[in-house]
């Protein structure tokens, strides 16, 4: 099907039927709590911050490691934590990493249901939006390719951390912090 309903250039109405043009919110000076989610059935790392306009400032951050039991127990275990920490700390948004399939289709769906007890946590009415790894780390390093030290870096750096950042807490920072980043354009909510 064409991007537009026209068969030839001479034809082209560019109102007719294209993608429709992001909408940019106006910038508000309001702080938003938000939490950012590095899902694992293993570790899974949270990170707070709050956002005021074009300044984050550090809450939390962590890592929920899981005993050494069986799946449905990590799951139950994954969803009481996080939903623990939406109690404590009551976030608007939430941020969370997009699986993604590499060569190991099981870790894909450990990892997919690491992220689903997760999510079963976030009230109703709270917006949840999601990223790509690799757009994470476009978003806080400036290159999709980043290892995870880097990544830990900036999170120390933007955030003014001082000391050693677990991997899945330094992930789930960034995250959030790519989520502030872009959260000025609509769109991408898992609601």
Known sequence: MPKWRASSWRAFDPG??????????PGTRAPVR??????????????LIEWRGADAAHVAHGCIVLEDAGVARRLRAIFEAVDELIARHRPDEVAVERV??????????????ARGAALSAVPRGTSVFEYAPRAIKVAVVGFGGADKQQVAH?????????????????DALAVAVCHAHSRHVLGGSLE
Not at 18 to 25: K, Q, T
């Open 154 to 170: 900036m999170m120390r750096a933007l955030l003014g951390l001082t000391g050693r950042l677990q991997a899945d807490a330094s």
């Open 100 to 113: 993604f399939m590499s060569r190991n289709a099981d870790s894909a769906l450990k990892l997919g249901q």
């Open 34 to 47: 938000i939490l950012g989610l590095d899902p694992g059935s293993r570790r899974t790392g949270y990170g």
């Open 16 to 25: 007719a039927a294209g993608p429709a043009p992001l909408r940019i919110v």
